[in-house]
DNA sequence: TAGTGGTCTAGACCACAGC
DNA sequence: CTGTGGTCTAGACCACTAG
């Protein structure tokens, strides 16, 4: 139950209220005031308690729902999901991942360069075919050891990228500090051992297993904004995914 | 525009009106009716030409916009993304993905027993130890070449589970059949190479790379139902998915 | 400045689960 | 039967975007 649970709103902040409500169950859960298999008020007294109309207090629970928090059974009522929600859903880059883990992820800028766009990379990005584009290809280490090969493609006039900048921070990161809001991302992963050059860039053997990432990124306007072909030792990292059914 | 979409709606259906307009926009995006990058009518226009309320006609794009089809921008408008949704956001099994694939998936079940869970295991599907859980190994194949080795365990009071079903049928399918409604599911991807005794099973050499699932997934009232560990051939399989950042 | 989505309210009726 | 979430309405005001 909930019905222990302290809230404490802020109606004059500009931090929505369905998300203040959200963050508040989120950080019980996370604490463990809320264990796994705990059942939450039901929505009218919720709301009741808050002092909020039930839409608010719903879209509060559909936040934490579609995270992957919390699960909801009509006629039964909502409770937190068995087992730890290991990542959120977030869409983050590998060196949001690295650093996230505590890994210090830094960068060696192998290329960087502005080329017209091919006929394929044009596809990809949704450009005229010979817009300018950047293509990067960059070497990711964690702790000091090479983790993943890195290679992009992206519209030119997004913003400006130096490899000094890459250097520091991941791709993502300048992105967003460029007012680029990233919002939908394909991708498809594979694995395939490494070819000569990949295992030397490395320093792994030679048909050491690779897992293969491909991804197309795209903004709130729904414009490719980014598409990246990277390949990571599998013996170095791995992903975590969560799925929900709505 | 959708202006000259035409919507027709049965307030007598079953079918929630919001899930009704959102099968519409899906299906002319589908068709090519709206093109990536095409604005919809803003939310209040298009509540009056349906005869629906601004919410329900928000819901129906939220679901859109959470599948991955539709980008929203305050000030803009909402718009078709760029760039085909490969496959929707949803909790499929392999078998699934396979015959949705057109690959005509089929199993070869290894072994099928029902033991007292151990502690890891127990753990793992949040029951006591000692419990009762059914440990099955299968090999799947499509088009008539084994493609992957999966192991999985499940706690035995779930459903009754024979070799011949699971011969013709995906887990997650008959999961669903016995009434389980799968809500969440976290997944582990990595890669490695494959010891002898994988190659043999997938008639593959030694050391060849595969890609390797570790799953649990939940049900609608937050019990862990399921839990896999698979590994699959990356030459013969990969995995697409998408990521939405709300 | 005009137009868009983002948030919020205060109700209503329905479908389904479980006793 | 009772309690729960699922759906729906008809408004309101605000924050952000773009010209």
Known sequence: MTSGLEFDLDRSSPVPLYFQVAEQISEAIRRGDLAPGARLDNEIRLADRLGLSRPTVRQAIQYLVDKGLLVRKRGVGTQVVHGQVR???????LHDDLRRAGREPSTRVLEITTVPADERTAAT??????TEVVRMERLRYARGEPIALLRN?????????????????????????????????????????????????????????????????????????????????ASHYSLEVTLIER
């Open 87 to 93: 990542r959120p859903v977030e869409l983050t880059g």
């Open 125 to 130: 990005l949704g450009v005229p075919a010979g």
């Open 153 to 233: 493609w992206l519209p030119a006039d997004l913003l400006p990228l130096t490899a000094e900048s890459l250097q520091r921070r991941g791709l993502y990161e300048l992105l967003r500090a460029a007012g680029v809001r990233l919002r939908v991302a394909n991708q498809r992963v594979g694995a395939r051992a490494a070819t000569p050059t990949e295992a030397r860039l490395l320093e792994d053997r030679r048909g050491a297993p690779l897992i293969t990432m491909e991804r197309t990124t795209y903004d709130d306007r729904g414009r490719a904004v980014e598409h990246g072909s990277h390949v990571c030792r």
